[in-house]
């Protein structure tokens, strides 16, 4: 992967856990108003999704049942393996558990990458919370098979005409239905202003170095700037300035390419852990602070910095010692079979 997307998918991690310290330092008693415009780090890696989707598979024919193949090797297995142990805790200790209710079909629907109701916090997300978003990637990653069917020319207007279309109904016929509400959203739009760029990327002109800190300084400060925005203006909002700021950093690798920072780079291949165990990392960080007798001010910072650390930390452990060697089995190929004659 290009370096500069390693540094924004490491960068895009730390958005969204920053965003989630939120709900540990409330129970801390924090109560002034936490920024919300971490949680548009999951608005960058759609962008990014959608960009990676197109680069990588351009110009490949017969080509959908190896890329859902190489997807879900990608993305179930340790998916899977955090969402098991969320649903060992909650059953082996739901008091340990605070937004989490042992309920079959949301427990079911987790595991298949379909939204269901939350049996406590009433809103599309899985077992694990941050997973909302995967649910999203894999109807993403569907579409996009489908759409590899289709010649190169026509692959990026067909999905942009049906994912608009899917907008354009949820606007004009709202349902309370999980799935309907749920892929009628036009934040699934960012995968396509991904693909856009991963086209100009391979094919369009080049421009000055500049405008990539250009971009990449305009999209940032839009993002950090906003607070919460509305779901229905989401991909405006906060989708444009994320498109910004991937469009930033391809006009810097086409333009010369980014130099390559070990640390930056370990934490972008351990962004999907990262993503996936910080919200239980944050729960036990806060969980052990709510005990200590720290006065506020010292215990706020203490507990942003220890639950920030023991998330990378654990992550970075999590990517090595499982989800790496657990892709290099998966994709491993299998030897060809020897004649049993001599």
């Not at 209710?101 to 379909?114: E, G, N, Q, V």
């Not at 950090?224 to 203006?233: N, R, S």
Request: proline content about 6%; hydrophobic content about 55%; aromatic content about 10%.
């Amino acid at each position: 992967m290009l370096e500069s997307l390693q540094y924004l998918r490491a960068v895009a991690s730390l958005m969204v856990v920053v965003f989630h310290l939120g709900a540990p330092l409330s129970r801390l008693g924090l109560t002034a108003p936490w920024p919300q415009s971490g949680a548009a780090g999951v608005d960058i890696f759609f962008v990014l999704s959608g960009f990676l989707m197109l680069v990588t598979t351009r110009g490949r024919e017969s080509y959908t049942a190896t890329f859902y193949v190489k997807r879900m090797v990608r993305i179930v297995p340790l998916y899977w393996i955090v969402t098991t142990a969320s649903l060992a805790l909650l059953l082996a200790a739901p008091q340990l558990v605070k937004s989490g209710k042992a309920d079959a079909w949301h427990i079911l629907a987790s595991y298949l990458f379909l939204p269901a109701r939350h049996p406590v916090l009433g809103t599309l997300e899985p077992l694990v919370v941050p997973g909302w978003t995967l649910n999203y990637e894999m109807f993403f990653y569907l579409v996009w098979g489908v759409a590899l069917l289709l010649p190169d020319r026509v692959r990026l207007t067909a999905i942009t005409l049906f994912l608009a279309g899917l907008a354009v109904l949820g606007r004009l016929v709202p349902s309370e239905n999980p799935l309907l509400a749920f892929y009628t959203a036009p934040i699934m739009l960012e995968f396509v202003f991904g693909l856009a760029l991963g086209l100009w990327y391979l094919e369009g002109p080049a421009l000055a170095r500049g405008w990539g800190f250009v971009f990449l300084a305009a999209g940032f400060v839009s993002l950090l700037a906003q607070g919460d925005v509305p779901a229905g203006t989401r991909v405006i909002q906060w989708g444009i300035p994320a498109a910004l700021v991937v469009a930033g950093a391809l006009v810097l690798e086409r333009a010369r390419p980014v130099k390559r920072i070990g640390a930056f780079v370990l934490l972008g291949d351990a962004s999907y852990a990262l993503y996936l165990v910080h919200g239980m990392v944050l729960s036990a960080v806060g969980q052990v602070f709510v005990h200590l007798p720290l006065p506020a001010p010292l215990a706020f910072i203490a507990c942003a910095v220890a639950g920030v650390g023991a998330a990378i930390i654990i992550a970075i452990a999590v990517h090595l010692a499982v989800e790496k060697p657990l892709l290099r089995l998966m994709s491993r190929k299998p030897r060809a079979n020897r004649s049993a004659t001599s």
